[in-house]
């Protein structure tokens, strides 16, 4: 401050002594004071808003302190002004001195002055609003504060604060907007100090907490909130008063079972100075339960969603129960269990008649959160249930409708029935309180129950839950459905498909046979894979494997058919690449519906033992495997290079076949894709683990071989059918074939009737030799009429006596009916019926007529 000089000049530049008493000269600075410190720099605080002037003043209003503030304020510098009275400073009276005027303009009345003196001294203090000349010559709008002392001398002064008015009306207005929105806010709000002490709540913050502000002021959150949040809340302000950093809705809970969303933030001055925090609350009890309805909603949709998925892809009943009791705990129930009419599982009929007490029922599926002997009793899996009609499950049963148990009242209600239950006895030891029993219908009827509970401090089932539940049960119900047909559809496509394969395969001489037929998994119907073991003319064999596509009743009848048409022209003696192609023309009118085409694989090979030739062809089928046996070395395993052809059904190309000397005793393995097939794995994989298995495990027991290639079937497989058609191929005993070339000459009959009649007799075979005798002799006549070059005779001592007459003529012989004087004609006649069978199969040279006879039965 500036205190007055021994001598001043006044704004009119008129030099005046110093008034007594005013101490010594000092232009700027305090006099007879000692030397104040320097001034603070803080900024910010309400003191820095509001500006305040402090001036000084003697009895007479002449100015003997003028701050800094005030020189700011006004312009004036404190040597223009102390020592001169404060009146020329007022406006009151006069007109404000034009803008930019350095100098004041005398006040022509002091009356002001004077009055605000008197007031002092009557009343020792005096406020008003006054206007004041700036040094520019503008006027100040001010509120003064003056108050009358006494110093230590006896001494009366005045000090005056003054502020801007405009400053006051700003802070005012700002306090007037602010304090209302404190008070009337709905929004909780809170002001602590740096201790984390309430220092200033609204009237809804102390609704919320239901603490009165008396009660609130000068306590810690501990002492105030509910119990449940205080420490999550302590932690909260601690951190945002140490870093600064906001918080914003953070919800926790709050009193009676509601939730709180709570903001925080730092308060701090202008300076940066930390002054404490404020809070904001706002009760979103209802956002929480709504959001809660939104979240229990979108985890039921979730849990449907789930077992949908879940379900969706399987056909098998017991698995469809066992995943939808485990899909439901612990994301609904603690405990479920599924319980199914006892002919569901097997593809039954559907329940007909209504249920009764000795109604057969199965559990068939169970879920719990837990394990143990308790659990056991009350869920056991697989066992016999019988449904009590006066029950609530018996109930569910008749009427279809669900039932909902919602406390323990209700359940202990509810079992009173069954005082000696072991099942029930377990349930209550296992604190359930809550139970829905909900019908799993299908087409009207009720297959079974879902049965779900909960146990524990977990919520009882409402109605909602109910609804839930039944939803489950009606989505699971019909994937249960589902697999029941499914299941009929499947068994009646394998009983169909098992009763035309083979039931039982011959056994040719020379030749030793085993044989598998696995059906698709569980997630696959029945397939049209086949094999067949046709015994031939002369000891030799057919054997056959084939695949139609597709599954299902379509494709195993088709399989049937095929079958059957290859056994049919295999009697006709037709060579492997002929039959298939005869296959494939019949292929529409065997395949029945062709709406959406066919296909099938097929691979047939033909071997005779009395020469170990073999004579393979192929329609679009993996190729066979072939097994040499070896001597010094690891057995050799081969995959047959045959024309691989395309699959029956398509067409437009020729069949080929390969023949080969097959040595004694190798091993023939005939397969479909089934056995080498897997998903994500080339082909050729496959076959080469087919070739790794066969070659470490040489082929002593065929039955063991099977085995192990069913063993090596890859886990990523297609479930696709398997039949696997494995055969040792040998020769005949030795002296078992005779054979013969005639020239073309009349002595070739002759000599054909000695050999064989020779033969026979070597072969104690004396009760066939007149009839052999008089077919062949039939035969070579006929050959030697027509053919006109080298005639063959063979015979061949296996199951039956073969024998056969060959001759270059490609063109079969034809039956005639001989008249009653016609002396040719009947040699065919002749043979048909004094033979077993016979018939005619073309060569590469030329034709063979063969025929049969039964060996005698020996003594």
Avoid at 144 to 172: C, H, K, N, P, Y
Avoid at 198 to 212: E, H, K, Q
Avoid at 778 to 784: A, G, K, R
Wanted: with cysteine.
């Amino acid at each position: 401050m500036t205190r007055s000089d021994d001598s001043t000049e006044d704004p009119e530049g008129t030099q005046h002594p110093a008034q007594p008493g005013t101490g010594a000269p000092h232009a700027h600075g305090t006099v007879g004071l000692p030397p104040l410190p320097p001034a603070a720099t803080t900024a910010g605080s309400l003191l820095d808003t509001l500006r305040l002037a402090v001036v000084m003043l003697d009895t007479s209003g002449r100015v003997l302190l003028w701050s800094p503030l005030a020189e700011e304020m006004l312009g004036w510098a404190g040597e223009h002004i102390v020592g001169r009275r404060v009146g020329t400073l007022l406006a009151t009276g006069a007109r404000p001195a034009p803008r930019g005027s350095r100098r004041l303009a005398a006040v022509p009345s002091p009356g002001p002055t004077e009055r605000i003196l008197e007031e002092l001294l009557r009343s020792g203090s005096w406020d008003g609003v006054l206007w004041l000349r700036h040094r520019d010559g503008h006027c100040v709008q001010v509120e003064a504060r003056a108050s009358m002392l006494v110093d230590g001398d006896g001494r009366q002064f005045v000090l005056a604060s003054v502020a801007e008015t405009s400053r006051i009306r700003t802070l005012e207005h700002d306090l007037a907007a602010l304090d209302p929105l404190f008070d009337s806010s709905p929004l909780g709000v809170a002001i602590f100090d740096t201790d984390l002490r309430y220092i200033r709540v609204n009237d809804a913050l102390t609704r919320m907490n239901g603490v009165p502000r008396e009660q609130t002021l000068g306590r810690r959150v501990e002492e105030v909130v509910h119990k449940d949040a205080a420490e999550e809340l302590a932690t909260l302000q601690r951190h945002v008063l140490a870093t600064g950093r906001a918080v914003i809705d953070v919800v926790v809970p709050g009193p009676a079972s509601g939730w709180r969303s709570v903001s925080y933030h730092r308060l701090e001055d202008g300076a940066g100075r930390v002054l404490g925090i404020s809070c904001t609350v706002m009760d979103v009890t209802e956002r929480q339960h709504s959001a809660a309805k939104i979240e229990r909603a979108r985890r039921r949709l979730a849990l449907l969603n789930d077992v949908g998925s879940r379900l969706a892809d399987l056909l098998d009943v017991r698995r469809i129960a066992e995943q939808l009791a485990q899909t439901v705990v612990p994301r609904f129930s603690d405990y479920s269990g599924v319980i199914l009419h006892a002919n569901v599982p097997d593809g039954g009929e559907l329940p007909g008649a209504p249920y009764g007490d000795t109604t057969e029922m199965r559990q068939l599926g169970i879920g719990a959160i837990k394990e143990g002997p308790l659990v056991e009793r009350m869920l056991g899996l697989g066992k016999v249930i019988q449904v009590d009609r006066a029950s609530i499950f018996g109930a569910v049963l008749h009427t279809g409708r669900p039932a909902l148990v919602q406390s323990p009242r209700e359940l202990r209600e509810t079992i009173t029935t069954y005082p000696g239950d072991p099942k029930v006895q377990a349930a209550v030891d296992l604190g359930i309180h809550s139970l829905i029993v909900a019908p799993l219908l299908a087409r009207g009827i009720v297959l079974g129950l879902l049965v779900v509970s909960r146990a524990g401090g977990r919520e009882p089932f409402d109605a909602e839950d109910l609804a839930l539940a039944m939803e489950l049960a009606d989505r699971s119900a019909a994937a249960l459905d589902n697999a029941r047909l499914y299941i009929r559809e499947r068994e009646g496509a394998l009983m169909l498909q098992r009763s035309l394969l083979p039931q039982s395969v011959p056994e040719p001489p020379g030749v030793e046979l085993a044989f598998r037929y696995v059906p698709g998994s569980s997630g696959a119907a029945a397939g049209g894979d086949w094999f067949d073991v046709i015994p031939l003319a002369g000891g030799r064999v057919a054997l056959v494997v084939g695949d139609v596509i597709g599954h299902g009743l379509r494709a195993a009848a088709t399989m049937g058919r095929l079958r059957t048409a290859v056994r049919t022209l295999a009697a006709m003696e037709m060579a492997p690449e002929e039959l298939l192609r005869r296959v494939d023309d019949l292929g529409d009118d065997l395949a029945g519906d062709t709406a959406e085409g066919w296909t099938a694989t097929c691979v047939y090979a033909v071997y005779d033992p009395s020469t170990r030739r073999l004579t393979v062809a192929r329609a679009g089928h993996p190729p066979p495997v072939l097994v040499v046996p070896g001597t010094d070395r690891a057995d050799d395993v081969r995959l047959m290079d045959i024309p691989a052809g395309v699959p029956l059904g398509v067409g437009g190309v020729e069949f080929e076949s390969v023949e080969l000397d097959v040595p004694d005793r190798g091993v023939l393995v005939l397969y479909t894709d089934g056995l080498i097939e897997a998903r994500d794995e080339d082909i050729d994989v496959g076959l080469e683990r087919l070739r790794a298995v066969l070659a470490r495990r040489p082929p002593h027991s065929l039955e063991t071989t099977c085995d192990d290639l069913l063993a090596t079937l890859a886990h990523g497989r297609e479930p696709d059918d398997v039949a696997l058609l494995v055969a040792r191929l040998g020769g005949l005993p030795e002296g078992s074939t005779a054979a013969w070339t005639f020239a073309a000459e009349p002595s070739a009959v002759r000599r054909a009737r000695g050999l064989v009649r020779d033969t026979l007799a070597r072969w104690e075979l004396r009760e066939l030799t007149d009839v052999t005798v008089l077919l062949v002799s039939e035969l070579v006549t006929n050959s030697l009429r027509y053919a006109h070059g080298p005639i063959g005779v063979r015979i061949v001592r296996g199951t039956s006596l073969l024998v056969e007459v060959s001759d270059p003529l490609p063109d079969p012989p034809r039956e005639r009916s001989a008249g009653a004087e016609d002396e040719g004609g009947r040699g065919l006649q002749l043979v048909a019926r004094a033979s077993r069978r016979w018939g005619t199969r073309h060569g590469p040279l030329g034709k063979t007529v063969w025929f049969e006879l039964t060996l005698p039965v020996p003594a």
